[in-house]
């Protein structure tokens, strides 16, 4: 699976969207974009994914450049409670190659 | 749905004694993935089992560790003898065929004294 870099940490204001980047220059072709989440003391949770196209689901927004060299999770209206470790990984979705293999991530802080 | 359920949330235990971690995947889930968190490695992946066979378990760490998976609803970890670099946080994941996301447990938090 293609590496990922994501900054290490991010601040955001409470309200406000919330931007992380992520950059994946050696994708695949068949390889799509996943976000995860981890809360303090809470397992990974799963936020969303995408090939090319752009995606939106009631927790976020994902945006896919047209290269698919890297994207960018958005959180609409951040909370307090978004403040987590967001993980930006890439991986084929056939079933040989089933494992998420999880980069440092960028820790969010969403501040009052 | 109550999600994937482990236990014990919390073991202390001390070096040389045998620990046993539990995971009950999310019903009609094909594959369980059991990983390690800490601070030094991050999350990292430790085996995953499809249809209760173990596919890949290139990540467990040495002799020490052994997972099984008896049946659909059930997987352990063991570590005999432990030591203290086992401390760590345990997660075991689900994910169904077909679906794209998996879903973590809430851990086991391992401390070995």
């Known amino acids: 699976d293609a590496k990922t870099t994501q900054p290490t940490s991010m601040d955001c204001a409470e309200g406000r969207a919330a931007n992380l980047p992520c950059n994946h220059s050696?994708?695949?072709?068949?390889?799509?974009v996943y976000w995860y989440r981890q809360i303090h003391s809470q397992g990974p949770q799963y936020i969303i994914h995408?090939?090319?196209n752009n995606e939106t689901n009631e927790m976020a927004s994902l945006i896919i450049t047209e290269d698919r060299k890297s994207s960018t999770l958005i959180l609409p209206h951040a909370t307090l409670r978004d403040t987590a470790v967001y993980y930006c990984?890439?991986?084929?979705?056939?079933?040989?190659?089933?494992?998420?293999?999880f980069g440092g991530g960028t820790r969010l802080m969403v501040k009052p | 749905d109550a999600g994937v359920i482990q236990s014990p949330r919390h073991e202390v235990t001390e070096m040389g004694q045998e620990v046993t971690l539990r995971c009950k995947p999310i019903?009609?889930?094909?594959?369980l993935f059991w990983y390690r968190q800490t601070m030094m490695r991050g999350l990292e992946l430790l085996i995953y089992?499809?249809?209760?066979?173990?596919?890949?378990d290139s990540g467990m760490p040495e002799d020490r560790f052994s997972a099984k998976m008896p049946n659909a609803s059930f997987s352990t970890l063991k570590i005999q003898p432990s030591e203290p670099r086992d401390s760590a946080v345990y997660f075991c994941?689900?994910?169904?065929?077909?679906?794209?996301?998996?879903?973590f447990g809430s851990g086991t938090r391992l401390t070995v004294v």
């Open positions: 050696t994708i695949s072709g068949n390889e799509y």
């Open positions: 089992f499809n249809n209760n066979v173990p596919i890949d």
């Open positions: 994941a689900s994910r169904g065929d077909g679906l794209y996301g998996y879903t």
């Open positions: 019903s009609g889930h094909d594959y």
């Open positions: 995408g090939l090319k």
């Open positions: 990984i890439v991986r084929t979705n056939n079933n040989a190659g089933n494992m998420l293999t």
